[in-house]
């Protein structure tokens, strides 16, 4: 069955970005000159994605301004003329089908995929954190559902990341089927480094089967007190084949502070237009950088 659905998780609280967050979603914080969630919304655009569902909470009004039509400013850039931003702008609101519902308590992860569940009827579908910015040749989701094509089941996208980091993710241990496709064995919500069966951490990126939802109806508050989507799949793992995919591309966690900076970083040494400016004002503070510390 093909996948045209998908969840955007979006009620959390972004803490990690406080104060920026205290206001504002985290999810529309610019990189470069779109919100994240822009970017991932094209992400899933491009991956066969025909419908999406936001779950949002309080201080989200901004994501649904963002893809709706407004009116006012696109008058404004009517009467001066700015037609090409005027077309941007209704793009913008024609993007995507998109439909909204809240989670009146952000109570995990879990939860909020929960409040989907009408949504999604019963159909496989896709979930993407807005936190997780993956350039990639071939979007990400793509790239999950042809190991969810091939395999017919529940998808995961795995990163190898450094052992030292692997305690900031939900960790797997499985066996590998193929160059990209691994087989999860078992799935642990941050481990201590000792404790982790693998390098291999959990990004957010998922293809779930409707299987999900009675678990997560049942699901009891793990780590931080909240639903956690990690625990509602290792319990599924017991009577259903759960996959990862190994996906290619480079992923930015934005939900961070330092995580953002890179990704900006890049993004801009990617973009024709400031590339040239960019490095150079780099390669100027790099070396002020390195002459301060020769000083020193
Ligand atoms: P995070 O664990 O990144 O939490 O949630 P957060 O609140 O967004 O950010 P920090 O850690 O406090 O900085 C992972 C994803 O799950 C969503 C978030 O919006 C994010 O996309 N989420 C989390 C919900 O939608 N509801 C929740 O109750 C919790």
Known sequence: MQVKKAIFPVAGLGTRFLPATKSSPKEMLPLIDKPLVHYVVEEAIASGIEQVLFVTGRGKRAIEDYFDIAFELEALLHDKGKDAELVQMRKIAEMVKIFYVRQKQAMGLGHAILCGREFV??????????????????????????????????????????????????????????????????????????????????IGRYVLTPDIFPILERQQPGKGGEIQLTDAIRKLLTVDAVYGCRFEGTRHDCGDKFGFLKATVDMALKRGEFNGKFKAFLRQRLCECEETLSVR
Request: contains cysteine.
């Open 121 to 202: 009827g019963n159909e496989p579908f896709a979930v993407l954190l807005g936190d997780d910015i993956i350039d990639a040749d071939r979007p990400c989701l793509s790239q999950l559902l042809d190991v969810y094509h091939k395999y017919q089941g529940t998808v995961l996208a795995l990163e190898q990341v450094p052992m030292e980091n692997i305690s900031s993710y939900g960790c797997v241990k499985a066996n590998q089927i193929t160059e990209e496709a691994f087989e999860v064995l078992d799935m642990v919500e941050k481990p201590k480094r000792e404790d982790a069966p693998s390098n291999l951490a959990i």
